[in-house]
C-alpha cells in the first residue's frame, strides 16, 4: 500500500508563474517530510522540510505547507524557473522508524520559458 | 558540504554474477542507506545501516546484501545478478536517528544483460 502519494506524474507551468506540487500520506505516525529536486543522471538534492509541528516553512521561492488533519502536503515555486525543471519528490518519515524515509513516486515539472 | 561517492557511474553485468557498488561519505554520518529508482516506482529502500557492523532490511532486500565494515563506507552486494535488479541505485547518508535530510550521491546505473 502506497503510503505517500503522489497524483500528477507532470506538471508544465510558464517562466514566472507558481508551481505547486502536491504530496498526500496515509500513515498519521509520519511527522517529518522533505522535498527533494531530481536532474536526470544526478542523485536526488534536498531542497525543504517541514516537522508535523509546523503548517507552513519558507526558504527563497519555496515554501511547504502541510495540512496535518487532510494529510496533505504542497510545496510552491514561486516564480517559476526554467531550471526548477526537474523531477520533485515528496518523501515522509516518522520517529517511531527511526527516521527512515518513505518517497512518493515523483512528479516531473517542466518550466516554460 | 556533504559529499556522498558512489563508485561507478555506469556498469554493466552479466546474469549471474556477483556484483559490488561502494559508496562512501565524507561526513562522519552514522547512517547510510542504498535505494533503487524505477520509472514510475519512485525511490525504494534497500537496505540501511545505522552504525558499523549494523545492517537493517528496508522494503525490496530480496537479492541484495550489504556490508559496512568502516563508518564511512556502506557496499550493496548482488549475489547472483538479474535482469531484473538493471535499476539506478542510489546510496545517502544522514547523521544520526534524527529529522534530519538525507544527502544522496549521484547514483550508479547499472543493466544486468
Known amino acids: 500500500d502506497q503510503q505517500v502519494k503522489q497524483n500528477s506524474p507532470s506538471l508544465s507551468v510558464q517562466e514566472g508563474r507558481i508551481s505547486i506540487l502536491n504530496c498526500d500520506y496515509t500513515?498519521?505516525?509520519?511527522?517529518?517530510f522533505l522535498w527533494y529536486k531530481k536532474y536526470p543522471a544526478e542523485g536526488p538534492t534536498f531542497l525543504i522540510s517541514?516537522?508535523?509541528?509546523?503548517d507552513k516553512n519558507e526558504d527563497g521561492r519555496f515554501t511547504v505547507f502541510l495540512n496535518k488533519s487532510a494529510k496533505h502536503l504542497s510545496l510552491h515555486i514561486v516564480p517559476s524557473q526554467p531550471g526548477d525543471s526537474a523531477v520533485y519528490f515528496c518523501?515522509?518519515?516518522?520517529?517511531?522508524?527511526?527516521?527512515?524515509?518513505?518517497f512518493g513516486k515523483g512528479t516531473l515539472l517542466t518550466v516554460n520559458p | 558540504d556533504v559529499k556522498v561517492t558512489q563508485s561507478s557511474r555506469y556498469l554493466v553485468k552479466r546474469t549471474g554474477e556477483k556484483v559490488f557498488l561502494e559508496c562512501v561519505q565524507d561526513?562522519?554520518?552514522?547512517?547510510m542507506f542504498w535505494y533503487r529508482q524505477d520509472p514510475g516506482l519512485g525511490l525504494r529502500l534497500i537496505y540501511f545501516?545505522?552504525?558499523?557492523?549494523?545492517?537493517e532490511k528496508g522494503d525490496i532486500p530480496e537479492g541484495y546484501s550489504v556490508s559496512r565494515e568502516k563508518k564511512e563506507r556502506f557496499s550493496l552486494i548482488l549475489e547472483s545478478a538479474s535482469t531484473n535488479q538493471t535499476s539506478m541505485y542510489l546510496c545517502?547518508?544522514?547523521?544520526?536517528?534524527?529529522?534530519?535530510?538525507?544527502?544522496f550521491g549521484d547514483g550508479t546505473r547499472l543493466s544486468i544483460l
Open positions: 518523501a515522509a518519515s516518522a520517529r517511531r522508524s527511526n527516521y527512515k524515509l518513505t
Open positions: 500513515n498519521s505516525m509520519f511527522d517529518y
Open positions: 545501516s545505522y552504525d558499523v557492523k549494523m545492517k
Open positions: 561526513m562522519d554520518h552514522e547512517n
Open positions: 517541514i516537522s508535523s509541528i509546523k
Open positions: 545517502a547518508s544522514r547523521r544520526g536517528m534524527i529529522n534530519q535530510p538525507q544527502h
